[in-house]
């Protein structure tokens, strides 16, 4: 039997040892072998991660590597820690995983020669960074498999050598990320200067015996960079749809659904136990900062989101137009906001790698992803269309899908606060489920007139991609269409189970009490005293996600049918003066990038030493 | 932006940091301090593990995750460059052609090869001992390798360079890290923990599990690179495009 | 002038950034990208400096002698192996590239906007 603490390290163990198993039996095995393998893998790891989960139940888990145990308080080890709100996360990558793996079942028609299992153990490298780094409670161990799940994702996003476009885009994703990893690094550098401790609660112990001061301030600036740029937080999130918009399919899946909030777990976590401590980072400094960062960010996705016509790089706007939103939620610091933010991650991830999946049968049938090329020729596959309608209903928040109850109870949270956050939820969600509901009707009902070409050169078409696989005639496998059917079904039943709302308000208390986890890792366990947030459906909360859903209905309907309607001449303006400009923002081009990461962190720098 | 909209841009966000990296830099203990209660603790504790190297001790005792998180990073490298750059349905191997090496270059490489291979493999054995280690004696062996490419060419490199043996070491490596960790698992402690015995202090078999990682991450990186430079080496020597297919590359 | 050696860091840092910012060829972006990463090993070497320490291996150096900090020379060491297979990764992207789109200048790479 398998002791509870020893599943923590396992979570990060399995699929590295499953990835050296499948690169070394990949030279030999046929290919179905190779797919049936890395299937089992990525099962044996959910299956490991649900009995962490249902063991550490409303606790923490803590395993301290190589048996260095604290003497006194203090450890030369590195410590895991797993709480509900950190497994959780590494569970839904585990399940990602999963699904992706079923999904790419013979995906790839010509692997590197002799390296067939390359493929599914880089996807298995990738996990195990997200949960190595969902799971650490050690600063600089977090950097490691920060860096872990970079290089994996930089690899398998470049894996289509023989287009141009993901060359182009792994490279400034791997760039950026880097970079952005690098001044995280510094930021660890300063800390260890300064309190000579590289675990998040000894750290979060040493500076609570120090005042706040310039250091403190730029520690943690740096230290969250490269977290909100994995986050994709505005103006860190350039790299993001450039790089969605050419990974294939299944690694989107992944990125977009997992990945990327994995940097805003990461941000609050470790605000939460390092910075938060008395002479730490003031709650109503970091709220109003965060949350200005995360309107910013939800309303330039929401725009951009709509104005694109390339499918995946429609769907990469619209994480970053929900990442804005997450952030609003946890920014908040209550618990309800951590419960509600926790419950639309995990059905976002869902619908989002379910919208990807059907994206990809698009990609498969005719080689595009391009709305206006593709107008009218999903006429033949309606079960592919109403996926994908579903899945811009439930992104829009439709009810009784999670990403509605979730949007719900952040709001409610939020409204608490701020009266006319709800307004930007509700506007969120409409513009990006409408976006795709457009979509939906153009290319599967072809509806409308037939959009007009108007390149005017400062947009990505989505025309003339490479198929990811090269055979048209064949049917579309099963996997195909079942993953994204389950993804959808998942993210309904986030929705309706009572248990697993009850679930994650109980993490997220436990989440948003530092000295509950200090305590943890030393081996106390307290009772976080904070009341429990409610988690549940309420009358507000749904008639909310009815307009939401009105609206984005509204929105596409608009789109497709109103372009001799009067307010076209307005949008028009509009597009020029506000749209245009921000459009262009968004060069391709590796110097602005790198220019914005550095505004980004000046800013930070400016308005947290206010 | 502009070219030089950017680099306006850059200067001011770039004056900013320089501001608030240096009020910080003011905050941290003065440059040499004598308070390093990490350090200090780690000092004791690999001495304490009979380890005389404390940073061998810290990289694979006390903070082996770490070091199993950036083995796994390699070996992701590894799988990627493999994958990047694999050769595509448009390209078409050339036959590189031999170069002409002068005869004093041939033999330096000749006595030099063995001398260097001979080096790597004592520098991941003292890894426990003195600086060095799983990490540098496998880029000297890789390095060392590629000997006979500078003082031959690149057909003997190849007949030296038996590549899906050392694709498959470099997996078995990364595989026996993560199974050492286990060790500790088995013996009722935990992941990683450093079980076997200590042995005499200074020895070379002191350190318990430090010379055991250290070996496999070796081999890990030793064959690594090797994988690593070959699928650059190919595109650089070999691979030539449809449309540039005339261009014969030397050696 | 103590904190000198910190400031360098964050000078190399800039320097690097500086250089991926005006960049015109992506090879020398990677290598300004290994500048920038170069000011994080100065700065954990610098931090772990302690006055008249000397490298903490005692196989020939009596026990108790002062040493500086091997913590952050594990750490280095751990991100120095980061850095070099990053670096590879992202040349054998640029490689690609070069390949693909017959440049590696970023003013001419800009299939990606909007």
């Known amino acids: 039997m398998v002791r509870t603490a020893d599943l923590l390290p396992l979570a990060v163990a399995v699929p590295l040892f499953g990835a050296v198993v499948l690169a070394v039996g990949g030279r030999w095995l046929p290919r179905v072998a190779i797919d049936a393998l890395a299937t089992a893998w990525a099962a044996l790891e959910v299956a490991g991660l649900a009995v962490l989960w249902q063991r550490t139940g409303d606790g923490h888990s803590v395993s301290w590597l190589g048996g260095w145990y604290p003497v006194r308080g203090e450890s030369v080890g590195i410590v895991l820690v797993g709480d509900r709100i950190g497994i959780g996360l590494a569970l839904l990558a585990g399940a990602l995983v999963l699904a992706v793996v079923v999904y790419s079942w013979r995906y790839f028609d010509e692997p590197p020669v002799q390296h067939a299992g390359t493929f599914p153990a880089l996807i298995l490298l990738f996990e195990a960074g997200m949960c190595g780094f969902a799971l650490t409670g050690d600063l600089f161990d977090a950097f490691v498999f920060f860096e872990l799940m970079g290089a994996a994702a930089y690899a398998l996003t470049g894996y289509r050598i023989e287009d ?32 000579g401790e590289l675990g998040l609660a000894q750290i979060g112990l040493k500076l609570a015996g120090h005042h706040a001061d ?26 993001l749809p450039d790089a969605h918009a050419v990974a294939p399919t299944p690694v989107c899946m992944l990125l977009s659904g997992v990945m990327v909030e994995l940097g805003l777990y990461g941000t609050l976590r470790i605000y939460w136990v390092v910075f938060s401590g008395p ?15 995360g309107v910013l960010t939800a309303l330039v996705g929401a725009v951009m989101c709509w104005q694109q016509r390339h499918l995946k790089r429609m769907l990469a706007f619209s994480t970053v137009g929900h990442v804005g939103l997450f952030l609003i939620g946890m920014a908040l610091l209550t618990p309800e906001g951590i419960a509600g933010v926790a419950l639309y991650v995990a059905a976002h991830a869902g619908v989002k790698a379910a919208l990807f999946a059907t994206a990809g049968v698009l990609l498969d049938r005719h080689g595009s992803v391009d709305e206006h090329g593709l107008y009218g020729r999903g006429r033949d596959l309606p079960l592919v269309g109403a996926l994908f309608g579903l899945g811009g209903l439930a992104l829009a928040g439709l009810p009784p899908f999670g990403t509605s109850l979730g949007k719900a109870v952040t709001e409610h949270a939020a409204g608490d606060r701020f009266p006319w956050l709800p307004v930007v939820f509700v506007l969120v969600s409409a513009a990006t489920g409408g976006a ?9 009902a072809g509806v409308g007139p037939r959009p007009r070409e108007h390149d005017d050169g400062t947009e990505t078409t989505g025309s003339g991609e490479a198929p990811e696989i090269r055979d048209p005639q064949r049917p579309i496998p099963i996997p195909m269409l079942a993953v994204p059917a389950a993804l959808l079904c998942a993210s309904l039943a986030a929705g309706l189970l009572p248990g697993f709302g009850s679930a994650l308000a109980h993490a997220a208390r436990q989440f948003t009490d530092r000295t509950a986890y200090t305590a943890a890792v030393f081996g106390h366990a307290v009772t976080p005293s904070a009341p429990l947030p409610e988690v549940g459906w309420s009358v507000e909360g749904v008639l909310l996600a009815l307009a939401s859903t009105a609206l984005a209905a509204l929105f596409a309907a608009a789109a497709v049918w109103g372009t001799g309607l009067p307010w076209h001449g307005v949008g028009r303006a509009v597009r020029q003066r506000v749209v245009l400009p921000l459009r262009r923002l968004h060069s391709g081009h590796l110097g602005d990038y790198v220019t914005w990461l550095v505004v980004g962190v000046a800013v930070l720098l400016v308005v947290m030493a206010a | 932006m502009s070219r030089t909209a950017r680099i306006r841009l850059f200067w001011v966000a770039a004056a900013v940091f320089a501001v608030a990296y240096t009020a910080a830099c003011t905050g941290l203990p003065r440059f040499g301090t004598e308070v390093h209660p990490y350090g200090t603790r780690a000092v004791t504790s690999a001495l304490h593990r009979h380890t005389a190297n404390a940073v061998s001790a810290v990289n694979f005792d006390q903070r082996a995750l770490d070091t199993l998180g950036e083995e796994s990073i390699l070996f992701a490298a590894v799988l990627g460059t493999i994958v990047l750059l694999r050769r595509t349905r448009d390209e078409r191997v050339g036959q590189p052609t031999a170069g002409r090496v002068l005869p004093s270059t041939r033999l330096l490489g000749l006595v030099l090869l063995p001398v260097t291979l001979l080096t790597g493999v004592y520098i991941v054995a ?68 450093n079980v076997l015995p200590l042995g005499t202090f200074g020895q070379l078999s002191s350190g318990g599990l430090v010379p055991v990682l250290n070996a496999a991450v070796g081999v890990e990186v030793g064959s690594g690179l090797i994988v690593l430079l070959a699928s650059f080496l190919d595109q650089a020597v070999e691979v030539r495009s449809q449309d540039r297919s005339g261009s014969g590359g030397g050696t | ?36 990463q170069s000011s994080t090993y100065v700065l954990l070497l610098t931090v772990g400096y302690r006055r008249g320490g000397t490298a903490p291996y005692f196989t020939d150096t009596p026990l108790g002698t002062r040493v500086v900090d091997p913590v952050v020379q594990a750490l280095a060491l751990t991100d120095v192996v980061v850095g070099a297979t990053v670096t590879a990764l992202l040349l054998g992207l640029v490689m690609q590239v070069r390949k693909r789109h017959g440049t590696v200048d970023p003013d001419a790479l800009t299939g990606l906007k909007g």
């Open chain 1, 214 to 239: 310039s250091l403190l301030t730029a520690a943690f600036v740096l230290v969250i960079t490269g977290l909100l740029v994995k986050a994709a937080v505005v103006p860190f999130h350039f790299w």
């Open chain 1, 164 to 195: 141009p476009r993901p060359v182009q885009g792994a490279l400034i994703f791997g760039v950026v990320n880097s970079l952005g990893a690098y001044c995280t690094l510094l930021g660890i550098g300063l800390l260890y200067a300064r309190t």
């Open chain 3, 1 to 36: 002038m103590t904190i000198l050696p910190f400031l360098s860091a964050g000078w190399i840092f800039l320097a690097g950034v500086y250089g991926l910012v005006t960049s015109r060829n992506a090879i020398h972006a990677v290598g300004c990208l290994a500048v920038a």
């Open chain 2, 126 to 193: 003292h890894g426990q001992l003195s600086p060095g280690g799983g990490f540098q004696g496998g880029v000297i062996l890789a390095t060392g390798l590629h000997m006979a490419y500078v003082a031959a060419d690149y057909r003997v490199l190849k007949r030296v360079r038996p590549l899906s043996v050392l694709d498959v070491a470099d997996a078995v490596g990364a595989g026996a890290f993560v199974a050492l960790g286990f060790a500790g698992l088995i013996a009722g402690g935990a992941y990683l923990q």
């Open chain 1, 436 to 444: 795709v509901l457009r979509a939906c009707a153009r290319i599967f």
């Open chain 1, 279 to 293: 002479h730490g980072i003031a709650p109503p400094h970091l709220r109003a900062t965060f949350v200005a960062a």
